[in-house]
DNA sequence: TGACTTTATTCAAGACTTAGATTATGGTCT
DNA sequence: AGACCATAATCTAAGTCTTGAATAAAGTCA
């Protein structure tokens, strides 16, 4: 149904534009011709907006490919510091936020303790715009070359200007932290779930690099996820979709944090596994207690698996996607030591239709990828903003 | 990343072509002006479109509405004998094939028994095709006059143009259904799963209308599903995504028939409710044995909610729909008597977020959709061909 | 009848992509 | 070295498309 909107012929030049633009950022360095190829434009297309995009700065060239017998062609590449964006990971026991060139590469950091029984919305504010002005000045760059500050949070976030976050964990009921933050900075925001912008980083950077239709298992110390469908992030009609944690993988089973019972959270989060076993610790030596368990041979480890089986395999029915990823601290913890287990648990319980164990993959980013995700939702705006920028005329 | 395509200025033209075409198809009859509120086109655009598509009849007249003070507007809508569309539903008593209009008034229907045990391909194909025949006969219309014919039947279909079908309860393998027929009939074939088909009237005509988020859950014998996500149905990388009814609900549980264990219709499946109440009874009495259980307040219905109610809690944190519909003949036998029941036992597993109980429907039109929804089909790609017709050039 | 409203069409202008011609830049052959 | 060839990038003319403004059409109301 959704009636999608009329298209005017500026449109068009814009999605192209925007096209080219992605291409040439994931396809890395690509001569004009090499572009024709990619996008499908027509050689004049290409060739004037690249014009157009060299004029702005957006676009580089980047050296030539020697020939083999006629004009040698000038490879073309995104101008890596024609701006900057800024990732933020509001995590258990920090605030991270590190600013990154238009390439991805790390040029400064920040990081902040916070004690794990407080955290004080204002205070992860301060730390944040604190952090954000540590970082440019460390990077040795001005405000305005920021395109924007990308945040991942734990729990869900309301969509609208306020960005209102609810997270059990924090105790935070309705904080509306992009409210808080816009009073401190004027540039703009965007506020994700942490797992989700850990998902896209893998999406972009990863192991879900190049797929259209993949599911992101984020497994710390609860479990989240992210869908990706048709090549983009699914967020359903109120943007919370893609919760795998709370997916029930036992009817009336174990009580989950979140309130209900049998959530794949309540058997395979980090903490549920120590519960399980009979292990105390704090959100410190989490990582070294499960390790410990997970090496014991607990039966709590295979019947964790069995459950991340039974999960997997009804994303799988439901999304018949082309890869899964398991990510996040503890997901990488365990897919380490049990990756072809999962697989074949997973395996058991999808008799129904082709399925490939070996498309479950393990993250390759590691658990500190929260704020490079985060600062891909600056890129990803850019690149729909470097659509527009052609059209801003001034008045003199 | 999916490169979208690049686009040109026919595209556009196409595309909001599309877009007029579906505003008046849902929309009723309306005037030019109603046409650019609703598309956003200008005046102008519109004039000349509804000027191309009365030429070629796919839009005509339809009476003017008085005027207050101005120049009265005359309404148009979509010609609903431009064309003609067959719904073919392949199902376990019975081949039933229906040709409707564009309005889809139906204008004619043969069915034919097919004996439970004996589901060959050749047979129903034959059925099929003799069935269109006599529809077009029936409906005093020529063959040309079709845009097309689809189908739903049970299983998994396999994109392509053989549309390999695989059925457990038909004991189909590999079954190219679409080849089959296509020896017997020029006519373009649409072949899906039943469930999706149905889901798809829905989403159309039904209680799905207007929902860009939404989940069909269609329960009959087993249990199907559908999945809308940004106004068009989720297929998912192997087009087999939707799968709604190996959704595990309780990890190492009943044995289902595709297999493994635990899974939703092993449950709630009018079949495996008739096993767990010890009720014995063949395909044809299956409804009412069904309703015998439900109305003696055995144990078994009381879990079914409950299980039931997990497997909906789970879709609501994957996919955050904005309504769930549920269908299928013994969907709506359930859902009449206990849809209050259902409706808290999904609201109990789903704490984590708002989510409100009433966004759990039933289905509209009853179970004998399958045939309406395959004709939808058909009329889908009407839609997306009425786009190009105009550029369709004769050799002299 | 004439003033006023509202709807629909026509027209010139501006934006965009494309195919094909042209220019640019280097290699290869004699 | 100079003529010739191959490939890349740009320029040009043509064809589509949407739009806002002007114009035509078809009423109501006093």
Known sequence: MGTPQRRTVRDLRRGNRAMLLRALYFGGPASRNDLCGVTGLSAATVSTMTGDLLADNVVVEAGQVDSDGGRPRVLLRVNPVYGYAIGVDVGETQVRVELFDLEMKERARAHYAVRSARHDPELVARHILTGVDAVIAEGGISAGQVLGIGVGVPGIVEPGPDALVRAKTFGWEAVPLGALLRAGTSLPLYV??????????????????GTRDAIMVLMGSGVGGMIVADGSIYRGAGKAAGEVGHLKVVAGGRPCRCGARGCLEAYVGAEAILERAGVVADSADEESALAGVLESGSPVVSETVEMLGAGLSSLVHLFNPERIVIGGWAGLMLGGR????????????????????????????????????????????????????QSVTTIA
Chains 1, 2 share one sequence.
Do not use: C
């Open 338 to 389: 049990l990756l072809a287990e999962i697989r074949a648990a997973t395996a058991a319980n999808t008799l129904a239709q082709p399925f490939h164990g070996d498309s479950i993959v393990l993250g390759r980013l590691g658990a500190d990828a929260v704020a490079l995700g985060a600062a891909t939702l600056v890129i990803e705006a850019f690149f729909r903003e470097a659509a527009f920028r």
């Open 192 to 209: 994700d779930n942490g797992a989700k912008t850990m998902g896209q980083a893998e999406l972009w950077f990863g192991s879900g690099r």
